[in-house]
Each structure stands twice: as structure tokens, then as C-alpha cells.
């Protein structure tokens, strides 16, 4: 394969794993919770018919990394130099990958009685679970860039 179609492969692998994490990516207890809601802090409603809302997610930096991540080094591996553009990529996007497995908690703010919780088992629902799919076929690809251009 060539060089060129090899970027183009890893820069949209890195965007579509972005716009999935942005999504209902994750999940508490049967909830889905999109990947903004949990970077940046946002209400969540329980309910179907008439929705309670529970409280507010806090901003978590861990997140906002999860979020970041993969459309990061899909950048950084289009846009600068060889060598060190497609390492810088690949370490990226393994960092990206080990965070969105390893990242289970955050902090909530009950409205009841106004107190800060920290919320543990979130999952991986499928989107979150395709995208960090999607962020190991880019890392392998950056990493077969960087061995192929050698």
C-alpha cells in the first residue's frame, strides 16, 4: 500500500473513533451517557416517559483525553514530518486506547441533597467499544507506516 492512502485510512480511523467516543459511548447502571457529558459535565436524566433529572457530571480531564486523543494523533500523523509524526501518532493513539479501557470512574453532583459523589463502573458500550477498535487499527497502522518507511 502506498504511503498516502495509508495517512488517509489512519486520519479517518482517528476521526470516526473522536465522533463515536462523542456519542452514547459509555454507561452507569443501564444509562447511556454520551462521551461530552462525561468530559465536560451534563445532566443526567433518568426516566423514559418523564424524565428526574439526577444530578450533574463534574469535568474530568481523564475524558476530555479520551475524547481528544485519537483525532489528535490522526492529525498529527497527516500533518507533520515523517518519522516522528508517525511515532508521535502511534503513541497517541496507544494512549488513547489504554485510557478509554482503564478510565471507570467520575465525579457526579446529586441535586437532592447537593453533595459530590464519584460514580465507578462505567462501561464501554458498543460505540465506545468500536471506537477503541478503531484507535488499535490506527495505532497498527502507524506503526506499519513507521516500519515501512524505514
Known amino acids: 500500500m502506498k504511503l498516502k492512502s495509508i495517512e488517509f485510512i489512519i486520519f479517518g480511523l482517528g476521526i470516526a473513533a473522536t465522533v463515536l467516543l462523542l456519542l452514547n459511548a459509555f454507561s452507569f447502571e443501564g444509562q447511556l451517557i ?5 468530559a465536560f459535565g451534563g445532566k443526567l436524566d433518568f426516566g423514559s416517559n418523564i424524565s428526574v433529572n439526577a444530578g450533574k457530571f463534574k469535568f474530568n480531564i481523564l475524558f476530555v483525553l479520551i475524547l481528544i486523543l485519537p483525532a489528535a494523533a490522526s492529525v498529527v500523523q497527516t500533518f507533520v514530518t515523517e518519522p516522528f509524526g508517525a ?3 502511534f503513541v497517541l493513539f496507544v494512549a488513547a486506547v489504554i485510557l478509554a479501557l482503564t478510565v ?3 465525579k457526579f453532583v ?3 441533597i447537593n453533595s459530590e459523589i464519584t460514580l465507578k463502573d462505567l462501561k464501554l458500550e458498543t460505540l465506545g467499544i468500536i471506537s477503541v477498535v478503531l484507535s488499535g487499527l490506527a495505532a497498527l497502522l502507524s506503526g506499519y507506516k513507521l516500519l515501512d518507511n524505514k
Open 34 to 38: 454520551s462521551g461530552l457529558k462525561l
Open 104 to 106: 471507570k470512574e467520575t
Open 110 to 112: 446529586v441535586n437532592v
Open 87 to 89: 511515532v508521535l501518532a
